[in-house]
């Protein structure tokens, strides 16, 4: 069963405009929450994190939302640069399952358009 | 500054044979860690270390086994090789708790058992 959801698995936005990836999670014992991005044939990079205890945070053209009562988070890039084109894994951690482990998302792989 | 290396890049192993996956990390990180990322699905956690001589299972240990003698390495071992463990490896290092700490990660082992 998973306690990381990304229900689109791609998604194909025009260069310039806003690009915005969806993460739902199941336990509501997770209490900090991280974006990763990863290019073909190489390892993921951390992007942008956030803690239960905001609903937003902020990271030059990417911007994280929390909604804590609908189990619900956004990544949102603007504006979106053919480079952005990989794939997003949401990452959960907490008291759900030890703050020394984070549980991802099977991701969603991401197309900015020239 | 290497961050996370992982050695071999890709291998292919005929069923029953065994490897070792070797990681070593220089930032002088406490925590490290072993995921498998499969086709479609997220990483998942295999085994961890939380320091050198500690290390314990993360959600899919079964068939694999590590070590953890220095802070720098974290050797994993496939003992029996199965067409079930054909993967994508990757290990990872983090200075903290890896829910609120960025996790670096080295550029992955392709692994494929026939």
Request: a neutral charge; proline letters at 6%; one cysteine or more.
């Amino acid at each position: 069963d998973q306690q990381v959801k990304q229900n689109s698995p791609s998604l194909s936005v025009q260069e310039g405009r806003i690009s915005i990836l969806n993460c739902d999670y199941t336990n509501s014992m997770f209490d900090y929450f991280l974006w990763y991005k990863k290019y073909p044939a190489e390892g993921p990079t951390f992007l942008i994190s956030i803690s239960s205890i905001k609903d937003k945070n902020e990271d030059g053209r990417f911007t994280v939302f929390l909604n804590k009562s609908a189990k619900h988070l956004s990544l949102h890039i603007v504006p979106s640069q053919p480079g952005d084109s990989a794939v997003y894994f949401c990452a959960a951690s907490g008291s759900a399952t030890s703050y020394d482990k984070v549980i991802f998302g099977p991701g969603t792989s991401l197309s900015v358009i020239p | 500054n290497a961050g996370v290396t992982q050695t071999p890049k890709f291998r292919i192993l005929k069923i029953g044979q065994s490897m070792t996956l070797q990681c070593t990390q220089d930032m002088n990180h406490n925590y490290m860690y072993w995921y498998r990322q499969d086709p479609g699905m997220g990483l998942k956690l295999i085994y961890y270390s939380v320091g050198a001589g500690i290390t314990d299972k993360g959600e899919v240990p079964n068939g694999y086994n590590v070590s953890r003698s220095t802070t720098e390495d974290f050797p994993l071992r496939l003992e029996l090789a199965a067409p079930s463990q054909t993967s994508v490896y990757f290990c990872a290092s983090s200075q903290g708790l890896a829910g609120g700490n960025e996790q670096f990660f080295g550029p992955g082992t392709r692994l494929t058992v026939l």
